[in-house]
């Protein structure tokens, strides 16, 4: 059974940094696109950040750009998130997805295969 699991959310001031998680068991992951999303209430869930299987392509939204990076380690068949310079409107809950296959980074919900639960992260003023 693939899972995805997310982990690092938490309460953090304006300004602050997170990292997230999102652990990947039941398939290696290694060759497909990984991505994170995040939807804050009553909204849709929006893309935040996404990268290819090589780790060498990376797209973000640009609400997150030169705040926000995504990474991999392909043995740990991990993905990260790094938030660095929160904002209340950064406070939503994030998940990460993967996309089978290899390929340049994908940043609609409706390619994406697999979903983690979300993990909240909320951003205090």
């Known amino acids: 059974q693939v899972q995805l699991v997310e982990s690092g959310g938490g309460l953090v001031q304006a300004g602050g940094s997170l990292r997230l998680s999102c652990a990947a068991s039941g398939r290696t992951f290694s060759r497909d696109r990984m991505g994170w999303f995040r939807q804050a209430p009553g909204k849709e869930r929006e893309f935040v950040a996404a990268q290819s299987w090589t780790g060498g392509s990376t797209r973000y939204a640009d609400s997150v750009k030169g705040r926000f990076t995504i990474s991999r380690d392909n043995a740990k068949n991990t993905v990260y998130l790094q938030m660095n310079s929160l904002k209340p409107e950064d406070t939503a809950v994030y998940y990460c997805?993967?996309?089978?296959?290899?390929?340049?980074?994908?940043?609609?919900?409706?390619?994406?295969?697999?979903w983690g639960q979300g993990t909240q992260v909320t951003v205090s003023s």
């Open positions: 997805a993967a996309h089978m296959g290899s390929g340049v980074p994908v940043t609609t919900t409706r390619e994406y295969d697999y």
